[in-house]
Nanobody
Framework: QVQLVESGGGLVQAGGSLRLSCAFYGRTFSSYAMGWFRQAPGKEREFVVGISWGGGGSTDYADSVKGRFTISRDNAKNTVYLQMNSLKPEDTARYYC???????????????????WGQGTQVTVSS
């Protein structure tokens, strides 16, 4: 069974940075596509960014975070990271890490495609 544990959330001023981490346990991390999603109060969960397994680590970003957020994975540490720069108040949400063994070489953007989810970490950006 896969377990995902997020960390790194917190309160930051607009324009600041945070780095989220998601530790992966239980299976072969390098064989899983990973994604970050977020959910703000009263809103649906939305795709933020994803990274493939294999295929050179392809990535895809939501338009709202392009140029500000960067996803990376360290297969030796079984961890995926989300570096968030130039944070805005509208980035305030609970951020979730997700994993799926599907779709070799492709970024998975649909929440329903992910089999495993972490508990989330709260990010709050003050204006």
């Amino acid at each position: 069974q896969v377990q995902l544990v997020e960390s790194g959330g917190g309160l930051v001023q607009a324009g600041g940075s945070l780095r989220l981490s998601c530790a992966f346990y239980g299976r072969t991390f390098s064989s899983y596509a990973m994604g970050w999603f977020r959910q703000a109060p009263g809103k649906e969960r939305e795709f933020v960014v994803g990274i493939s397994w294999g295929g050179g680590g392809s990535t895809d970003y939501a338009d709202s975070v392009k140029g500000r957020f960067t996803i990376s994975r360290d297969n030796a540490k079984n961890t995926v990271y989300l570096q968030m720069n130039s944070l805005k108040p509208e980035d305030t949400a609970r951020y979730y890490c997700a994993a799926t063994p599907k779709h070799f070489g492709a970024v998975v953007t649909g929440a329903s495609e992910y089999a495993y989810w972490g508990q989330g970490t709260q990010v709050t950006v003050s204006s």
